[in-house]
């Protein structure tokens, strides 16, 4: 030590002496926890799975919208109106797979799940059509998949409804074209922040956040409870830390982890992928997801106090996790949820952090909109980290 260094030291205050020595400790503490991560080649593994490819397969391969929907036709009449009427079902939307000949076919393949949707046209369609006489067509949907079958009933109708009224005003002699000079109210409508109503979007940016709260909260249980079974956590209480110094470097290190996870997932999948934008600051991105890392990091710590082994841990991490997403609003709105569930919402952190990530991700929103957002997250991880510090004090003593 040079002689203006001790110089210095003997001019600086107790207090800020003791700083210096928690921050010392703070930083080797963290970079132990962050060597003892480095070695868990399994969990590695595992994260950089869920961080790429699970984020990826959840973009691609989950859909929202009707796309391709297997059609096959029953058509009784083989006339002009009926083959008029079946090229409306098109692509994208559907995708005509073949024809049968008899009804119990198309119920043979809705049972086998071969198809999703069966066209039947009864015979003299046409000629029904062009005598004015009542008929019908009779469409059975595969509805296993309530969403899909709801949008394929509503195309099917829409289609056959605009059939029957295009071809009524032509039996009447009325040109459609006409009908456009006499009063009629037009809708306007804007998509706003997802302009093409692209599923990737939604389903990418949420399956990131359901992983960023899964090793939000496994990640800290799982690094005290191996403290416990190396029997190492004995030596570290008879050190000089303090408790806090002992759980916080884990949180710090855990924290670090996942934002580098994040960082790979947001630039590398979201963005070159599907082209997720990026509207508002990622600097505040980083900052509600780091507070958000702390928040749930409560549960972790209250989770290594009950766990005796990394297998109960994991348990009661999968545990805590399940309602945390059915609370938060990413798979069901809100508004369709019983009014108990709603108040319910408000003690899960993940409710605050869809609502803050998807207004800066899509919204551009800043922290003036954010601030409620931000205010839960923050009373909420200020509970939870509480309590992880104290069930944790109380079981050292």
């Known amino acids: 030590m040079t002689k203006l260094a001790r110089v210095?030291?003997?001019?600086?205050?107790?207090?800020?002496l003791r700083f210096l020595v928690w921050l010392r400790r703070l930083r080797v503490m963290t970079v132990k926890e962050l060597l003892q991560f480095s070695r868990d080649g399994a969990l590695i593994?595992?994260?950089v799975y869920a961080f790429t490819f699970d984020i990826y397969l959840a973009g691609s391969g989950v859909k929202l919208q009707l796309n391709m929907a297997s059609t096959v036709?029953?058509?009784n009449d083989r006339s002009f109106a009926s083959r008029e009427l079946i090229d409306r079902f098109r692509p994208p939307v559907f995708n005509v797979e073949g024809s049968i000949?008899?009804?119990d076919e198309g119920t043979h393949l809705l049972d086998h799940g071969k198809t999703m949707i069966v066209l039947d046209i009864p015979p003299r369609f046409q000629q029904s059509l062009l005598s004015g006489a009542p008929t019908h067509v009779q469409v059975r949907l595969d509805a296993s998949n309530s969403v899909l079958g709801m949008f394929a009933s509503s195309f099917c109708r829409r289609i056959v409804e605009s059939f029957g009224f295009q071809t009524g005003l032509k039996r009447l002699g009325v040109d459609p074209r006409r009908l456009q000079s006499?009063?009629?109210v037009k809708d306007s409508y804007r998509v706003w922040f997802n302009p093409n109503q692209d599923d990737r979007w939604f389903m990418s940016i949420a399956e990131l956040l359901n992983i960023i709260t899964l090793f939000a909260i496994l990640l800290p249980a799982c690094a005290m409870v191996r403290e416990k079974e190396r029997g190492t956590v004995e030596q570290l209480l008879v050190t000089p830390l303090t408790t806090f110094q002992i759980m916080f470097p884990k949180v710090l290190a855990m924290a670090a982890v996942i934002l580098a996870g994040t960082s790979i997932s947001l630039f590398g999948v979201l963005?070159?992928?599907?082209?997720?934008?990026?509207?508002?600051?990622?600097?505040?991105?980083?900052?509600?997801?780091?507070?958000?890392?702390?928040?749930?990091?409560?549960?972790?710590?209250?989770?290594s106090t009950i766990a005796r082994n990394l297998g109960?841990?994991?348990?009661?991490?999968?545990i805590t996790y399940g309602p945390m997403i059915f609370l938060s609003g990413a798979w069901t709105p809100p508004e369709a949820m019983p009014r108990f569930i709603r108040l319910l919402m408000l003690l899960s952190p993940l409710h605050y952090?869809?609502?803050?990530?998807?207004?800066?991700?899509?919204?551009?929103?800043?922290l003036t909109l954010l601030r409620d957002s931000i205010l839960g997250m923050a009373i909420l991880g200020g509970a939870l980290f509480g309590l992880g510090m104290w069930r944790m004090r109380r079981q050292f003593q």
Do not use: N
Request: charged share 10%; with cysteine; aromatic share 14%.
């Open 353 to 366: 952090y869809i609502d803050a990530s998807y207004g800066v991700l899509l919204k551009g929103a800043g």
């Open 45 to 47: 593994l595992f994260m």
């Open 182 to 184: 006499g009063p009629q």
């Open 8 to 16: 210095l030291l003997r001019g600086m205050t107790p207090l800020y």
């Open 312 to 318: 109960q841990a994991g348990m009661m991490a999968i």
């Open 101 to 103: 000949s008899r009804a």
């Open 73 to 75: 036709i029953h058509d």
């Open 271 to 303: 963005r070159y992928c599907f082209e997720v934008p990026c509207r508002g600051s990622i600097i505040l991105f980083y900052a509600i997801t780091l507070l958000y890392v702390f928040t749930t990091a409560g549960l972790g710590l209250v989770i």
